[in-house]
């Protein structure tokens, strides 16, 4: 019965509140499934068959806030090439232990700022480029517009079999481990 005020005014109720806490956190845990293993399939909406290929993401906390994934690359990668028909973008992803899955939807652009540059440089882009200079070298800012996010716990992989023992449908509350997100 616990009711709040969003940004829009419109009194929301309880349950509503609860869905938006769950899509929280499990926003947050994407994140850091991110943070501790950044890699992703991405591609082109429409452009080579709907081809991904995997893709280092970085991001900061200030892009994380902004939904913002940052992919070094070439400038004659397939996928810059495939930017020329589009930039809508598609990402998947699956965490490390295999206990998340996202998709992901927005737009890539080529953003080669010096300032973004210079502070996602490390010694893994390094090797890869002749320098922060490097005329081959492009950077892709992926601005996701919003996620399907996955979790599959032990408990998600149980509750199935669980349901269906106690003669209910299989999927009777597997909405509780998904989150639409927009970002």
């Known amino acids: 019965m ?11 109720p309880e349950k509503e509140i609860e869905d938006m806490a769950d899509d929280r956190e499990i926003e947050e845990k994407l994140w850091k499934a991110l943070e501790d293993s950044p890699f992703i399939m991405l591609g082109i909406d ?3 068959e709907g081809a991904t290929q995997p893709m280092t993401a970085q991001f900061e906390d200030q892009d994380r806030d902004a939904g913002i994934l ?3 690359t070439a400038k004659d990668h397939d996928l810059i090439r495939a930017m020329g028909q589009s930039n809508q973008a598609l990402a998947t992803y699956t965490s490390k232990g295999h ?18 540059i210079d502070r996602l440089w490390n010694p893994i882009v390094a090797e890869w480029y002749e320098g922060k200079d490097d005329p081959k070298m492009a950077l892709l800012r992926f601005d996701v517009e919003d996620a399907k996010v996955w979790l599959s716990t032990v408990r998600g992989f149980l509750k199935p079999a669980l349901n269906k023992l106690l003669g ?15 970002l």
Do not use: H
């Open 2 to 12: 616990a009711e709040r005020l969003p940004r829009s005014g419109r009194l929301l």
């Open 46 to 48: 429409g452009a080579r």
């Open 70 to 72: 940052w992919i070094f």
């Open 99 to 116: 206990d998340l899955f996202a998709s992901l939807r927005g737009t890539l652009q080529i953003d080669n700022d010096r300032e973004t």
């Open 168 to 182: 209910r449908k299989p999927d009777a509350g597997a909405k509780e481990d998904v989150a639409e997100l927009s």
